[in-house]
């Protein structure tokens, strides 16, 4: 769904803003990642879909340098009850970096860039994390080169509403954007790369990298959490649960009532039958004009032989929908 942008320039030499950039993202990551925390959060990351990038401009501005680092390592720490981020930790290797060309790449790798052999890692360690609705500001000590730097980065928090199903798990999606100087972390580079290209006037590499980010999470299945819960502990596990996730993807609309359908299709293949009519009860309980609900409700009862119910179910359905026919037929059947 969103395309790894990385269209490499194959003379170009890539300066540590990327790795900057890459921090930046990183620190995306971590604050919806791989979760260690009283809480265990189950987030994980679709790398699939994610990016981690950079761009650097270079030959005085008339091209530039697109990469990525794909190494690395974050962890996250929640409040258990509210499971607000708390702290954010991650790990780059930055031998990782990739612009595409192996030259290039192994140029970066050395001293008159990130000199990987001294310093193999770049780290972010928070010391805050700021939440406005749907923006975060994440202050800490950023490392690289051997220079440590206290940064703050933006990150605004969003969903698609045709993504939040994507392989049965909540997708949510990060996104930042961050301009660093490279040589803030003592990255010279060397020669030519330092040069003025006399048609701009502009450095023949910019001392200026910008980041670039966007991270797509996948969170617990709520399909799997409901039926889970419905199973060990009937109506109040499915509605403490539901409670739960609500909170867990605050500001993402991750149920509706296609939700019930789905946790029952599970429960049907494990013939748990009484589980189902829980699930079909609540639904009607939170969408008692639903004319689905009654419908599924009533078929529900018929299946553990509780007609009376079942006729009542079909008959309000028909009330809501009079044009459903399959109530109709239902109906007539227990009649």
């Not at 206290?150 to 939040?164: D, L």
């Not at 290209?197 to 980010?213: F, K, N, P, Q, T």
């Not at 029952?264 to 609900?293: C, F, H, M």
Request: include cysteine.
């Amino acid at each position: 769904m969103l395309n790894q942008i990385f269209v490499m320039k194959t003379t170009v030499k890539l300066p540590n803003h990327a790795t900057r950039l890459a921090i930046s993202f990183i620190l995306t990551f971590c604050m919806f990642g791989n979760t260690l925390s009283a809480q265990e959060e189950t987030f994980t990351i679709d790398r699939a879909h994610s990016v981690i990038g950079f761009s650097i401009k270079i030959a005085g501005g008339f091209s530039e340098v697109d990469g990525k680092f794909t190494d690395f390592k974050v962890t996250t720490i929640v409040e258990s009850e509210t499971y607000k981020l708390k702290k954010v930790n991650v790990e780059i290797q930055a031998t990782s970096i990739n612009t595409g060309t192996d030259g290039r790449d192994n140029h970066l790798r050395t001293d008159d860039f990130f000199d990987v052999e001294n310093y193999p890692t770049i780290e972010f360690n928070s010391v805050s994390v700021a939440q406005s609705g749907v923006d975060y500001d994440i202050e800490g000590d950023f490392t690289m080169h051997g220079i440590t730097k206290r940064i703050t980065i933006p990150f605004k928090r969003s969903h698609q509403e045709n993504m939040i199903w994507v392989f049965g798990d909540p997708n949510i999606i990060f996104e930042g954007s961050l301009t660093v100087n490279r040589e803030d972390y003592g990255i010279k580079a060397t020669g030519r790369w330092n040069s003025i290209v006399e048609a701009s006037g502009d450095l023949a590499m910019s001392d200026e990298v910008s980041i670039r980010l966007k991270i797509i999470t996948k969170g617990e299945s709520p399909t799997r959490a409901l039926t889970t819960a419905v199973i060990k502990e009937g109506k109040d596990g499915f509605n403490n649960a539901w409670g739960t996730l609500e909170k867990k993807y605050e500001g993402v609309e991750i149920f509706n009532e296609n939700t019930f359908g789905s946790v029952a299709r599970g429960l049907r293949r494990q013939k748990n039958n009484q589980a189902i009519v829980d699930v079909y009860e609540i639904w009607v309980e939170k969408y008692p004009e639903s004319t689905n609900a009654h419908f599924n409700l009533g078929q529900a009862y018929v299946t553990i032989e509780e007609a009376k119910l079942a006729k009542k179910e079909f008959k309000k359905a028909l009330s809501i929908d009079p044009e459903n026919k399959t109530a109709e037929e239902e109906l007539a059947k227990l009649n």
